[in-house]
Nanobody, 124 residues
Framework: QMQLVESGGGLVQAGDSLRLFCTAS????????MGWFRQAPGKAREFVAA????????YYADSVKGRFTISRDNAKNTVYLQMNSLKPEDTAVYYC?????????????????WGQGTQVTVSS
């Protein structure tokens, strides 16, 4: 089992920045691909960003490309999501997830472990 704990969410104004953290324990973090997903009220969970086990490749949803950056520190068992120029439509619960195959996938079904989520609210 791998445990994932997200933190860093909060209430901000449009145009502000936030940095989300996801810390892993229980498995060899460095071999897992990691992803961030989000779910807004009344909407399906959607892909936000992903990163390969090595950190060498990253992937983004079109809606966040150029504003969000995913990164990881394997020595700290942590993946980050830097969110800049936040918009009200970014409001959602943000989840991190781990993919045992090691790649960064856009598909939620390909992830083996999930965190409990952290709320991000962006006011206009």
């Amino acid at each position: 089992q791998m445990q994932l704990v997200e933190s860093g969410g909060g209430l901000v104004q449009a145009g502000d920045s936030l940095r989300l953290f996801c810390t892993a324990s229980g498995r060899t973090f460095s071999s897992y691909g990691m992803g961030w997903f989000r779910q807004a009220p009344g909407k399906a969970r959607e892909f936000v960003a992903a990163i390969r086990w090595s950190g060498g490749s990253t992937y983004y949803a079109d809606s966040v490309k150029g504003r969000f950056t995913i990164s990881r520190d394997n020595a700290k068992n942590t993946v980050y999501l830097q969110m800049n120029s936040l918009k009200p439509e970014d409001t959602a619960v943000y989840y991190c997830a781990a993919n045992g195959a090691g790649w960064g996938s856009r598909t939620a079904d390909e992830y083996d472990y999930w965190g409990q989520g952290t709320q991000v609210t962006v006011s206009s």
